[in-house]
């Protein structure tokens, strides 16, 4: 057998973006979606204050890499209506999808009633607006599709029932705001390293394959639960089709700031951006406590998914 390479690698000035960078008093910078338009990169991370809840900081880059964090919170838990009521014990993981001019938000609002998901969005990245609660509880890591498929929307979702635990579902909508259709696409694999739960990662994107998307597998130890990165190969025109579920993890906590830090042994994304020159950045929060970036060959996650896949459920 022949030793395998890295698939992703580490960029050398790792950690990109730590709580010292922030200017405003935060204890993590984790959990960013990313996205590129017009030559930059926007990233909205997650930060948990010192009360253990969490909001919503913003940065932005020329290159991916160095990133300078603006002054105020982006989003903080509303304080009227209904998002108040679901928003009270903070808000989380956002993921960014950009259709045609807007920039769409999903992110976790927790509560007394559980986590749930809401949907926002902003054209400049500084006027932000709610839409809607786009589920019930118990839900996290929604990621939208960036095109319509027969003139519906596409969403992979993550719910969670002690029957089924914590799969990846997806579910289909004509406004983005009710939603419907949903089926279960990946489950997570008995004694293997997503076992746990799984759960929607980063906006998939677009390859000549079909849609690529990395998702987050648990697998839990007796020294607590351990995160990892995987991919997922979707279908070009029906992405409820999947074509490969990698076998093998592509990423797991090795360096010290993601092995030590908030929740340790955790490796977490919720943003991708794909190049022109064949290549992926791939952003993830390290032990819930910083942002760390690493790039791959997209084809060789294609590669992986369709060589080497696995039962997707
Ligand atoms: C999950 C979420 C993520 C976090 C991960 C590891 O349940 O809370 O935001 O990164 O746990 O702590």
Redesign the pocket.
């Known amino acids: 057998m022949q030793k395998r390479e890295p698939l992703v690698k580490r960029y050398e000035k790792n950690p990109i973006l730590t709580k010292n960078d922030v200017p405003y008093p935060v204890v993590t910078v984790?959990?960013a979606g990313v996205v590129k338009a017009g030559g930059r990169y926007w990233m909205i991370f997650?930060s948990h204050l010192f009360n253990g809840r969490s909001i919503l900081g913003l940065a932005e880059s020329s290159d991916g890499y160095l990133f300078t964090v603006r002054a105020e919170p982006f989003m903080t838990p509303a304080c009227t209506g209904i998002f108040a009521e679901y928003e009270e014990y903070g808000i989380?993981?956002p993921r960014i999808c950009k259709i045609d001019k807007d920039f769409f938000i999903t992110y976790?609002a927790y509560s007394r009633h559980g986590v749930r998901v809401a949907l926002a969005k902003t054209r400049d990245f500084k006027i932000v607006e709610r839409i809607a609660l786009i589920t019930q509880a118990d839900q996290?890591n929604v990621v939208l599709f960036p095109e319509k498929f027969e003139g519906r929307f596409v969403r992979l979702d993550r719910p969670h029932t002690e029957l089924s635990p914590w799969s990846i579902w997806i579910s289909y909508s004509p406004d983005l705001i009710h939603w419907g259709d949903s089926k279960v696409i990946v489950k997570p694999e008995a004694y293997h390293w997503d076992e746990m739960?799984i759960?929607p990662g980063a906006t998939p994107f677009k390859t000549d394959k079909g849609w690529l998307q990395i998702y987050?597998g648990?697998f839990r130890t007796m020294d607590g639960?351990v995160?990892r990165l995987g991919a997922i190969l979707h279908d070009q025109n029906d992405p409820s089709l999947i074509l490969g579920v990698a076998d093998e993890w592509i990423l797991e906590s090795e360096d010290p700031w993601e092995v030590t830090g908030?929740?340790h042994n955790?490796v977490?994304t919720c943003g991708t951006i794909p190049e022109e020159d064949g290549t992926v950045k791939i952003y993830w929060?390290g032990a819930?406590k910083v942002m760390c970036v690493g790039t791959a060959r997209v084809s060789d996650l294609v590669d992986l998914c369709l060589q080497k896949p696995r039962n997707p459920l």
Do not use: I, L, M, P
């Open positions: 984790h959990n997650r989380e993981d976790s996290r739960k759960g987050h648990v639960a995160y908030y929740v955790v977490f929060g819930d």
